[in-house]
Structure formats: C-alpha cells, structure tokens
C-alpha cells in the first residue's frame, strides 16, 4: 500500500503506508510517515523523520539529521497557476522552479508551510503552525505567520 | 489504489493514487493529487490543478482554470458540532451549509484553510499558509491569518 | 484499503479508506475520515468526529462528544529533533511525551495545530486555522495564530 517509482533508498529507510515517493533520492535511516509524498527532483538526507501527511516538493534539498513535523507543505512556485494568461495549462516552461534548502540538524515544527527560495539554517528550529516566509538564521528559533 | 464512487469526470482529467472522491464533478484535462478527498455536492471546473493533501468539501464550486495548493482545506460549517446540545450525533439537518466560490482563474497557496461562505474573486491570490475569513475581490492578493 | 494494527473499537464505529490506526481506543459511534493516522497511546472518546487529513498523536485524550476538523495536527513534544546533539537518532527516552487533553464537546477548527501539554476544556471552540499555544477554558472560542 506504498507508491515507490524511481527512488533512490540509502540503508535501513523506513516507509509507511500510504506514501508517494517518485524520482527523489532518500539516505540512511531515515523514516517517511504515512500520507506523505515527495516529489522527483528533491533529496532527503541520511537520519531524518519526515512525518505523516508531508508535502516534499521538487527543487527541496534536505539534509542530514532534519525534523519535518506532521503536515509540513513545502513549495516551490512564487506564483503557481493552473493556467496562462490565455488560458492554457501552465507547463514546467511556464514557471520558475525556487529551491528550498534545509540545512543539517533543523527542526521544522508540525502544520507548517515553507514559502519557496528560502534556507533554514543548522539546528535551526521553526515553531509548529508557522509560515516561513525568509530564510532562517542557523540555531535560532522562529515562529507565528509570518515566521519571526 | 484510488476511491472513485459516483463521480463524474470530463476528458482527460488525471487523477492520482490515494485519493477519495465521490458525488462530485470534475471538468476537462483537470489534474486531481494524492491524498484528496473530493466530496458529494461540489464542483471543480475544466484545466484545474487540486494539488495533494487538499479537501474540497460539499458546497465547495470551483471554476475553470484553478489552483489549489497542497494541503488546503475548506469548510461549509461555520460552527462545527460532532453532537447537539442534548449529546446526540449531530445530523444533517443540525447544520447549515455554507456554500464557497472560486472564481476562474484563482490561485489558493498551499497550506491555506477557507473559511465557509465566502467566494474568491476571478484571478485573485490567495497566499500560502493562509487563513480566508472573509470574500477575497477579483485580481487582488492577500495573505496572511486572517488574510488581508 | 486502511490499516488497523491492534485497535481496540466500540460500537458502530466507522473508519474510512486510507487510514493509518494503531494501539489506539476508539469510542462508541466515533466517525474516523479519511487520511487519518492516530498512534498508539492515545484514546479517542464515543461520539466524535474525527475528520479526514488529521493527526492523532499518543498523549492526546479526546472525550466524548469531540469535533476534530480536516487537517488538524496535534504534537506531543515541545523540542522535536530527528537526532540528538552527538549525531544519533534520537529515541523514545530522548524526549518528553506531552499530553493533551480534549474535553467533553469541544470542537477544533480545519486546519488548525495543536501545541503540545495543553487542555481544550468543556465545550470550546477553537477557530478553523489557529495555532493554539495553551490551554483553553470551557465554553470560550478562540482564534487565530496564536490562538487568543
């Protein structure tokens, strides 16, 4: 009850049920929860948990030993569409893909939701129900909407 | 590994694993992710993306060429009872249904939660990690709990 | 297509699709929707309404008579971290459990987060989106992030 297509596992990686992992690359020990998907084109490091009902979404690069709560919703469109200006689906040529950089040892914190472009910096930590807007400074805490 | 149950689909729509819809409508060449639960009573028009981890509830009418982020959830109930006063379950007819509208061509950040009765105005913007109070005008922007 | 794993039930309860159960108590009657995961160590109480897309942690006790909107995340641990500061994944002793407790009819908002070790008293009503940071009395509302 899992859906894994091209992905890369490190050793002793954990998925529940429930899970849509596609083209992405995850390392050593670490756990993905239930209802999470993650998209091609993102890496998750070696000894994260990546809980429950997670959104990892592509251009997310996740290092070693990071916390991602429950209901975590990263992005990576400043302004997603559906569709164009004359009304056509919007397709990958249409929008610029932001990266989003989360660095060794941070925690983000359940409920949150990642504005794309941005790095959180190490052993930084962001409080539950946030909305990180900018870049986080590593080892200090943020938190609220927006996140300061 | 997907829930389909009187549901009614236009060409082409694309929809992923693990996903819950019954009693609804979707348009043509719509794409609908994992992790959705479409219920009875709503509508979703033709070229929308429903992004996973989203809730589209009853009363819920989206048009044409919609975005709707990851992980936002919409409500029809303004104050939400499992049981009545005199502690039996709550029914139908305890409630009253309110009905949302997205007008063509909106944008709904991932993250966001819409309050129940309100309509969200043609090409307007809804910002990620948002909470919608109130009616959002037409090609306008707002983020933010409560949105402004 | 759900997964029960040592789940104690009472009566006429109904468990949707897609739902992740397990070392948990459900009471009499308790609707459980779709996208839901809820650990062990918690209880769930007759009569609730637990919507879809939310997660239950161990520590939380719902009495009877609860509403639990679509995507609320509930926590247990006030410093969440994937590893412990020497760089090994961090275990069961390497944290402190939290418990929360959800009283007699109350009713918790869509999309709203629930900081850890706190109380939702008799009858409250926290607002759709709220981050709700401490306690709150019997039969107030509250809204927003923090809640207030």
Redesign the interface.
Known sequence: ?K?LMDVTLGENVLI???T?LYGCDIGD?TKV???V?IQKGSRVGK???IS??S?I?EGVFIE????I???V?F?NDK?????TND?Q?AKQSDWTLLKTYIKK?A?I?????I?PGITIGENA?VG??S?VTKSVEANTTVY???AT
Chains 1, 2, 3 share one sequence.
């Not at 070693?64 to 916390?67: K, L, N």
């Not at 302004?79 to 569709?83: D, G, R």
């Not at 914190?109 to 939701?113: A, K």
């Open positions: 009850m859906k529940y049920d429930f849509n020990n929860g239930a209802f998907e000894n994260c948990k429950s009902h959104f979404c070693d030993g990071v916390f709560g429950h209901g919703m992005t302004y997603p569409k559906s569709c009304g689906l040892g925690s914190g359940s409920g949150s939701t504005l930590v539950a129900g909305v609220g909407n927006p």
